[in-house]
């Protein structure tokens, strides 16, 4: 137990310490975005999906080599990269955020690395061609987006006209292409790359209304601002960014660079190609291998230390609820009553992006490990009173009468006897802990429900991807059936269960 | 060795012992009887002082019980349940082992070897490593006798120590008492088993709501008793 609390205050004290102690001369510059299904911003390579991509890639990383840091990507999803970078949780944030004055009001930008506009799909078949004609028709866009406030503002002087809201672009062309939707409004490389290899759909009229995406930053992060600024022009003067865009197929029509071939768009259209046979299929599967691997073990992680932080937490509760005096007992029932009683994800998202306001930063494994294992304890803390309530009340007796001290009895006679009835049922709640681990993705960790989500938005294939991450979950809980089972067992023959058979 | 003298003790408004006196002198084996619910585990669980008495005294060895001494004590006055209360997740030897090592602080070497010598007593030899679990009920009562023995106490105390045993189990814990008796040990024994009372027992209490209502030598009591509800238990014990 001791050797565990000790891992787990390390753990706490967490990846601060690893990178200070790193005798690494170059500082990290973290970035943030939201990989899943974000081509062509950043997102997971469809023929190697454990190799990050996009255009903003390799503009950060560009920034950082310039900056003299080493670029290392954050995993968040979209709706919390700005809470992010308000928690401190990574140095700066891209995904085609949009210099907006409501952005602008909660962080700083730099200069436009980008500018593009709304783009409109329809189907190939469908005459109406512009926002106008679809007055009267249904359009899907992201939520929160410019697209989301221009199609408000259109819609209030269109009294037929109806807003459909997504948090996946590949859903609005997939409605779009089933009928569900007559348009799709979104920033137009969105629609090059997700439409525009469609030819069931068609990218028509003319652009909607400017936008201009910039890096994200805190706002008391002047110097660092500066120095961005500095990076990006001299990247437009030399021709690197102009680079970068053509390789993405990005550049205003009509512009080109002299040598420069769309070469990741064609990447792009080429690997998301459907795949046809049984071959191809697997090939592609087997390539996702690694990445489950690595979901997996980061699953493992967080549900192992969390239940590390729920057994050792949970026992004093237990006690300090069954023997304390009054006020700490009242405070050990509030604890596990305020646990119960809320969400484990609105607990994560407090300890992640909450606690840093009031000046506990924590790292995200921590974070998690915290999150689920204290979430955790007030469960376990009941399977510890159910087990002390299950040892008869001669036990302590007996110990009282051989002049054991109260703490004595509980530790030397009670706690043991209580522990082995509640072990089969705290194995049995790893499992749930297990799969209640996914809940952590929210929190930048890629463990395998979030591997899921970019395995599955990157190639529009929900089958194959579930399937492997649901067998690696079972693989994972497979020891800890087994392990209840055993314990089971053994508390059966202890009690003489069993051994009244003979 | 024990002396009690006004001994009252209430739970909420009963009175369950209302002024017992009572002396069991060194080397004495007392027999505690008397119609259920009359206080028997009660005055026993006083002796050790598992309960404390609303009012009157007791003294162990000339040391008079009280809540600064009382867990010293318990350590001198070793107590037999009716459900031996062996601690199953422990083998037969560290139920010996435990109270000594962690009250004593005795070795563990010290105390294995007192834990043998204890279980030999009992003849429960080449029984340390078994799982409580996997005795007999008779083994499992010697076994918790000789877990209060392994204390060295100067006097023991047991409250209906066969009553859960099957019939042909009950002799092998008397027989331990009766050679404990033969060594030397002062001993109270609440129980229901009348011919072992009559044969072993120096002195006969007997105890109806919670008054000592006739004591003295066993053969006596049990062969003439003097009160009317002596009279009337001992009668209930025979039907
Ligand atoms: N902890 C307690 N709280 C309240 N009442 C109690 C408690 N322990 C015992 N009593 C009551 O005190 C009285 C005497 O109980 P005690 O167990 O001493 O009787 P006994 O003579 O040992 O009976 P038996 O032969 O049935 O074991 C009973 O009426 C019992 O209900
Ligand atoms: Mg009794």
Known sequence: MRRLLAALLLLASGLQAARAGEPVAQPTLRWAGDARSGAPYEFHDPSDPSRLIGYEVEIAEEVARRLHRRPEFVQNEFDGLIPGLQAGQYDIAMDGLEITPEHEGAVAFSTPYYTTWEQLVVRRS????????????????????????????????????????????????????????????????????????????????????????????????????????????????????????????????????????????????????????????????????PMILRGAWMTLLVSVLGMAVAVVVGLPLALLRRYAVAPFAALATAFIELVRGTPLLVQILFIFYGLPELGIQLNPLAAGV???????????????????????????????????????????????????????????????????SSLVSVITLTELSQTYEQLSTTYFD????????????????????????????????????????? | MIRVRGLVKRFGGDIVLDGIDLDVPEGALVALIGPSGCGKSTLLRCLNGLETPD???????????????????RGRVGMVFQSFNLFPHRSVLSNLTLAPRVVRHRSREQAEADARLALARVGLSGFESRAPATLSGGQQQRAAIARALAMAPR???????????????????????????????????????????????????????????????????????????????????QA
């Open chain 2, 155 to 237: 006097a023991m105390l047991y409250d209906e120590p066969t009553s859960a045993l099957d019939p042909e189990r009950v002799g092998e814990v008397l027989a331990v008492m009766r050679d404990l008796d033969a060594g030397g040990m002062t001993q109270v024994v609440v129980t229901h088993e009348m011919r072992f009372v009559r044969e072993a027992a120096d002195t006969v209490v007997v105890l109806d709501h919670g008054r000592v209502v006739e004591s003295g030598p066993a053969a006596e009591v049990l062969a003439a008793p003097r009160d009317a509800r002596t009279r009337n238990f001992l009668g209930s014990m």
């Open chain 2, 55 to 73: 009012s009157g005294e007791i003294e162990i060895d000339g040391e008079r019980l009280g809540p600064g001494n009382a867990a010293r004590l």
């Open chain 1, 462 to 502: 929900y089958l194959g991807p579930g399937a492997m991450v649901a067998a690696a979950y079972l693989l994972l809980g497979l020891p800890f059936v087994r392990l209840a089972r055993f314990a089971e067992r053994r508390l059966a023959r202890q009690s003489g269960i069993v051994s009244a058979r003979h």
């Open chain 1, 126 to 289: 469908d005459p109406r061609d512009s926002l106008a004609a679809l007055a009267h028709g249904r359009v899907g866009t992201l939520r929160g987006t410019t697209a989301n406030r221009i199609l408000e503002a259109f819609a209030a002087e269109h009294p037929g006209f109806d807003i459909r809201l997504y948090d996946e672009e590949f859903d609005a062309y997939t409605d779009l292409r089933h009928g569900r939707l007559d348009g799709v409004l979104l920033d137009a490389p969105i629609a090059r790359y997700y439409a525009g290899v469609d030819p069931a759909l068609a990218l028509v009229g003319p652009p909607v209304a400017p936008i201009s995406y910039g890096i994200a930053l805190r706002k008391t992060d002047t110097a660092l601002r500066n120095r961005i600024d500095e990076a990006l022009a001299a990247m437009r003067d030399d021709g690197t960014l102009a680079r970068i865009l053509a390789r993405w197929n990005l550049l205003p029509e009509g512009q080109s660079v002299p040598g420069v071939a769309p070469v990741m768009w064609q990447h792009w259209v080429a690997t998301t190609a459907p795949v046809s046979g049984w071959r191809a299929r697997l090939h592609r599967y087997a390539q996702f291998l």
């Open chain 1, 370 to 436: 915290i999150a689920l294992g204290l979430n955790y304890a007030a469960y376990e803390a009941e399977n510890y009173r159910a087990g002390l309530e299950a040892v008869p009340r001669g036990q302590a007796e007996a110990a009282a009468a051989l002049g054991l001290s109260p703490m004595q009895g509980l530790r030397y006679v009670v706690v043991p006897q209580a522990l082995r009835t509640v072990l089969p049922v705290m194995t049995n709640d790893f499992i749930s802990l297990l799969k209640d």
